[in-house]
């Protein structure tokens, strides 16, 4: 099977790549044979793949249909690419992504190049043209991209689009043929029925047996017609009666309804009127008529206002008492005030002495301080050190460049030579650690298997080689052995295969000698399998058991090539096969040490897999020892690569020690010179000059705290003069003369104080002033109010606020009743005139709620009994009417004879056309018939040709009648069978090889992939068998893509159908 087919632009899906699609993320994968299976257990995105192919060539569904779209479940662009080919070597590439894919948008989000890379720019329905061949996409989906439920869907076969490939395809104008067949039942339809109503004739006929009806009845109907009419004529009178009486009586019912529906509202009006009366009585004058709705309001309003201004002339009151008591507090000292200006001064200047104080006392404290510093300093830097000795080492800070430059280098060598030491040490590990694993490679290399006791090849590479002769040379004999000495040159089989050809021929009797011999190998296995060396001799034994069955089995071969009469007459048979026996002992030979093994017995299938077990084993021993021979040169020379450079680091490690020498003689030196310790190290050399620089410093700060102590000491004494002469004139008390700051102190406070309590006395006579006035304006406001208040009563004519406000609760009451009553008069009198609500309220109070009761349901009774008799009368007076008018119309006999006449010979004139229309439909149906027996459509003929080979011949033939949506099968004894009753698997293969042939027909130009989605899951054992033999028919002329989830239909497809290509799936986030 070859991916390459002569005639035709074949499309093959050579490359899928799936960015994000559903479930698939990141997947690529490359189809190289025809027929490409996908297994894979549930969920493992076999049919999500399906969904990705029908997008990448139609387009990505909109969201409308979300499983079609596809949206990436685990991230990724929604989209992909396909490498599609055709014949001449052309190649496209299909980009097609949701968001418009590419570097620039297109209809549909589709790009595609060429086999240089060159985008062509076309649009969808190119694309469709140019590489589907113009199949649509609902073309594409029911019959190039079938699953199983589609399989099911017979109607889709009966579409515009495939309806025209099936019944056109093999009989021109044979849709036309059934189009004239329907029109033609439709006309007979029209005509007549057996049971029809509304067609013409039948119409005809019930109107025959209808006038003929009426005509036998006609006789004489004068006395029934006169009889009719004055019965009519008494019913009117009755019904005028009826008229004239019942619409009182249904008055009298809905005056009563109204009543005793609203009596519970009378009820509440009485009893509200009761009340407002009470009210009226309670009032001194019960002809005063309710004041206003604003009357309360405005007394609350009065008596807020009141209340206020009581409230503010008290409180007016209260604060002129306070403040006249507060002024008659507050004293004060006029001769102390005088001199405040003074004190002013001097307590400006108490703070600055204060301050100075202290800083005094901290510039002494800071002098010993300094004194102890410097001391501490000398004996730091060396105990032979005076003041004059660190004043003369200022100098050493000129040179604090030189002496950094020495640390660094001293510093440099000190870490120079540890990295060179701690570089040596790790050598030394690696050293240590690949020396041990050289040690150990000898040891892992005694313990791997030695199989050169059966093979010959000491390599792998020979191995292969001679086993690859083996391959050919035994194929090669096996065609010779099956196929009559004729040695096939095209196509290749497994030599495991002979075996069962082998099995089907007559048994003959063996020779005794190789019988013998089949024993002594048998004995000769057993005896190496109990060996004590049980790797070699379990492998020799093995052997010899496998060349004993080889013995067993040649000798029936040789015993039946011996008595075959065939092997009489051909010769030339026993010549072919011992030369090709003699080449595969050769092959043999260059493979094993013992190659005493018969050719024939390597077709055996268990035989061949051992051997082939067992190669491979040696293979694989022979690629792990020379894996190891690699391994083992690689140690040594990295061990001597070690070697070498742990020498050069020794040689660095020797100059870095020698020059850590000379730098310490330089620094020695330098110590000498300076009176310094010799213990010193250039690492102290920053605290050394630090504490230089630190003791200088003290001397210099030493200096200048003397010199203000002594400004200090000059200010406090002025200022203690001035306060002496002001302690004369305001003495402060006697504990205070020997603190000058503090008298001064306290003395400015006296005087704050008294200035203070000048300044509030000021401020109480201004605000007693104000509470005087506000005291005056609080009464005038309260007389105001209490003026209106006795206005208002006077004018509502109470004697006293308490009457008053007890006229204002009843008046507002009297309002709420006078309100609730008009809502519920409203309710008594709406729809009402005048007279009728008098009536109303007369009725109420002259009868109570029984006797309502008991009147309503007589007059309802009463009501009831005429309505009853009126709508009998009306019913009697409508069969009168309909009576005198059928009595009337059966007085034209005459008209209705005629009309039976013409009746007549209308039927006739039908009846006759309607026989015309049956012998044409009948022809029709009898030419098509014949047509349909002696030359099948072209379609049906394939189709039946894919069935009978996936049945396995138990059915020959499909038909497929054009007017009938039917589909049949034909046995192979010419019997017919509807689809609807063949078993399910039986159906799905049936309508598989429709689907096939209609695939052929419909993509004749370019033939399409093929996309299958686990159909054979209700198939049996031998069908799935034959079906797989239709699969690589058709795969001969386009590719073929099958998903599936069961095992034994991938090793089905796997061994029907060699050149396969299986890709097998895990699930998705398994």
């Known amino acids: 099977m070859s991916t390459t087919y002569e005639g035709g632009n074949l499309m093959f899906i050579r490359e899928l790549h799936v960015d994000g699609y559903g479930a698939l993320h990141s997947l690529s994968c490359s189809l190289h044979a025809p027929v490409t299976v996908v297994y894979g257990p549930n969920e493992a995105g076999k049919s999500t793949l399906l969904r990705f192919i029908r997008s990448m060539l139609y387009g990505i569904p909109t969201r409308k249909d979300l499983v079609e779209r596809g949206e990436p479940v685990f991230g990724g662009r929604h989209g992909g690419r396909m490498l599609v080919s055709a014949s001449g070597g052309r190649q496209w590439m299909l980009e097609r992504y949701a968001d418009g894919g590419g570097l620039r948008k297109t209809a549909g989000g589709l790009i595609v190049r060429d086999e240089n890379g060159a985008e062509l720019g076309w649009s969808q329905s190119e694309w469709e043209r140019h590489g589907l061949g113009g199949v649509s996409e609902r073309l594409f989906r029911q019959l190039f991209a079938v699953s199983l439920d589609e399989l099911h869907e017979l109607r889709t076969l009966q579409g515009e689009e495939i309806g025209n490939f099936l019944y056109h395809a093999g009989l021109a104008g044979g849709a036309a043929l059934s189009e004239a067949r329907k029109k033609l039942a439709g006309d007979m339809d029209k005509l007549y029925r057996p049971r029809g109503t509304t067609q013409e004739m039948n119409r005809i006929l019930a109107a025959i047996k209808e006038t003929e009806a009426v005509l036998r009845q006609s006789r004489s109907g004068v006395a029934m017609f006169l009889e009719a009419k004055e019965a009519l004529a008494r019913t009117e009178e009755k019904l005028l009666d009826l008229e004239r009486t019942l619409p009182p009586l249904i008055e009298k019912v809905a005056e009563l309804q109204g009543a005793v529906n609203l009596r519970e509202w009378w009820l509440k009006r009485k009893l509200l009127l009761e009340e407002e009366e009470q009210l009226v009585r309670r009032l001194p004058n019960p002809q005063d008529q309710p004041l206003s709705d604003e009357a309360a309001s405005a007394w609350a309003e009065l008596q807020r206002n009141r209340g206020q201004a009581r409230e503010r002339y008290s409180s007016a009151c209260l604060s002129v008492q306070q403040l006249r008591s507060e002024l008659d507090a507050l004293p004060w000292d006029e001769a102390l005030l005088e001199h405040a200006a003074e004190l002013e001064k001097l307590d400006a200047m108490r703070e600055a002495v204060i301050a100075r104080q202290e800083e005094t006392e901290s510039v002494t404290a800071d002098l010993r301080l300094l004194e102890d510093t410097i001391q501490s300093l000398l004996s730091r830097l060396s105990p032979e050190w005076r003041e004059d000795d660190l004043a003369a080492f200022a100098s050493v800070t000129t040179e604090r460049e030189s002496l950094r430059r020495m640390q660094q280098a001293w510093g440099e060598a000190e870490r120079r030579r540890e990295r060179l030491e701690a570089d040596a040490a790790r050598l030394q590990r690696q050293r240590e650690a690949l020396t041990a694993e050289a040690r150990n490679m000898p040891q892992a290399a005694q313990h791997m298997p030695d199989g050169t006791t059966i093979f010959r090849a000491t390599s792998r590479e020979t191995l292969q080689q001679a086993w690859n002769v083996l391959e050919d040379e ?85 015993a039946s090539f011996r008595r075959s009469p065939k092997l009489d007459s051909t010769n030339n048979m026993g010549e072919v096969l011992q030369e090709r026996e003699s080449r595969v002992r050769e092959c043999l030979r260059d493979l094993l040490v013992n190659p005493d093994i018969p050719a024939a017995s390597l077709l055996q299938d268990d035989v061949w897999k051992r051997l082939r077990r067992q190669v491979q084993d040696e293979l694989s021993r022979l690629e792990r020892r020379e894996q190891e021979l690699v391994r083992s040169q690689e140690l040594q020379r990295r061990i001597a690569e070690l070697d070498r450079e742990k020498e050069s680091l020794g040689a660095e490690i020797r100059a870095a020690i020698q020059r850590l020498d000379e730098l310490q003689a330089e620094w020695s030196n330098w110590l000498g010179a300076r009176k310094l310790p010799a213990a010193l190290t250039p690492d102290s050399l920053p605290d050394l000059l630090n504490l230089a620089e630190q003791g200088q410093t003290a001397i210099r700060s030493r200096t200048r705290a003397l010199e203000r102590k002594s400004a200090l000491d000059e200010l406090q004494a002025g200022f203690r003069q001035s306060a002496a002469a002001l302690f004369e004139v305001c003495p402060p008390p006697a504990s205070m003369r020997t603190d000058p700051a503090l008298s001064v102190t306290w003395l400015f406070r006296k005087v704050e104080e008294q200035r203070a309590v000048k300044a509030e006395a000021v401020r109480t006579e201004r605000l007693l002033k104000q509470a005087e006035a506000a005291v ?179 059915y020959s033939r499909i038909i497929a009648p054009a007017d009938s949506n039917a589909i049949l099968a034909e046995t192979a004894d010419r019997r017919l069978t509807d689809s609807a009753f063949l078993s399910r698997g039986t159906q799905e293969q049936l309508y598989l090889a429709m689907r096939f042939a209609l695939a052929e027909a419909a993509s004749g130009e370019i033939p399409l992939p093929l996309l299958l989605d686990d159909l054979f899951v209700h198939f049996d054992e031998r069908r799935l068998r034959e079906t797989v033999s239709v699969l690589g028919e058709i795969a001969q002329s386009r590719q073929v893509i099958l998903f599936t989830c069961h095992r034994h239909v991938a090793e089905a497809l796997q061994d029907g159908l060699p050149a396969a290509q299986i890709m097998e799936w895990a699930a998705r986030g398994a």
């Open 474 to 558: 035994l194929r090669r004999f096996e065609r010779a052995h099956t196929g009559g000495g004729a040695e096939s040159t095209t196509g290749s089989a497994d030599p495991r295969k002979g075996s069962s050809r082998a099995a089907r021929q007559p048994a003959r009797k063996p020779s005794l000698p190789l019988f013998a011999a089949t024993a002594l190998l048998a004995l000769v296995a057993i005896v190496f399998a109990f060996s004590s060396n049980r790797m070699i001799f379990t492998a020799a034994a093995g052997v010899a058991a496998i060349f004993a069955l080889f013995t067993g089995w040649a000798a029936f071969r040789m």
């Open 776 to 954: 005056i304006e609080a009464r005038q406001v309260l007389d105001k109010a209490e003026g209106q208040v006795l206005q208002v009563i006077r004018e509502a004519q109470a004697e006293d606020e308490q009457a008053y406000e007890q006229r204002l609760h009843i008046d507002e009451r009297r309002r709420n009743l006078t309100r609730e009553r008009r809502e519920i008069e409203l309710r008594l009198e709406a729809g009402r005139s005048a007279e009728s609500a008098a009536a109303l309220y007369l009725l109420l109070d002259s009868h109570d709620e029984a006797m309502l009761t008991t009147l309503l349901r007589q007059a309802e009774e009463a009501r009831d009994a005429s309505e009853r008799e009126r709508t009998e009368l009306l019913d009697r007076r409508g069969r009168l009417a309909q009576e005198l008018e059928r009595l009337q119309r059966e007085a034209e006999a005459e008209d209705r004879r005629l009309r039976l006449a013409e009746l007549e010979s209308k039927l006739e004139q039908l009846a006759e056309r309607y026989a015309v229309l049956a012998i044409a439909d009948r022809l029709l149906k009898d030419t098509k018939a014949v047509f349909e027996e002696e030359r099948q459509p072209e379609v049906l003929r394939i189709a039946s040709h894919y069935f009978a080979g996936m049945s396995g011949g138990a």
